[in-house]
């Protein structure tokens, strides 16, 4: 019906050229409405897989709490060398992984289209001092790491300074070691 409506109205006084407009204005709409709804799809994905890890890590904090706990119930009465260690461990990694997921969530929610490498550094940074604790975090952190280097040269995070998150507690635990 459109194109023998544009065929009479062409051949009545050239109203061809305004539905050729209107046709090329949506078929632009609709390429663009295509491209948002893939880049819209891509977003959820991503939120969902970063969904997924922090809950990952969330259970493993709680983990780390339950042993603990578990350690501090069956602790000797005057206490054990190892448990105030441990406790300042399970601190150090709540602090560093907790720090690391609310950097990520704000940068995020300020802006969609965060540098992704930038925030990855980061996230490397506060695990960088509590890897060690769990081989999967270790195993992570070398995989994230190899990541970042194949994908932007040689660039290597930053190394974890002394006035991030959770500095005091590696400290701390660097003593205790």
Known sequence: PVASAGASSAGAGGGGHWQRRVMDQYEEDRSRRIAL?????????????GKQVLDG??????????????????????????CHAVTL???????SLLGSAGHVARALLRDSAADRSELL????????????????????????TASLRKAS????????????????????????R
């Open 37 to 49: 709804e893939r880049e819209l799809e891509e977003l959820q994905l991503e939120s969902e897989r």
């Open 57 to 82: 890590l969330s259970e493993k904090i709680q983990t780390l709490r339950a042993e603990v706990e578990r350690q501090r119930r069956t602790k000797p009465e005057r206490g054990c060398a190892s």
């Open 89 to 95: 461990q399970v601190d150090a990694a709540a602090q």
């Open 121 to 144: 550094e980061t996230v490397l940074r506060y695990l960088e001092p509590v890897k060690h604790l769990d081989p999967d975090l270790e195993e992570l952190h070398a995989r994230a």
């Open 153 to 176: 040269g040689s660039r290597q995070p930053v190394a974890y300074g002394a006035q991030g998150a959770g500095a005091g507690a590696r400290d701390e635990l660097s003593r205790h």
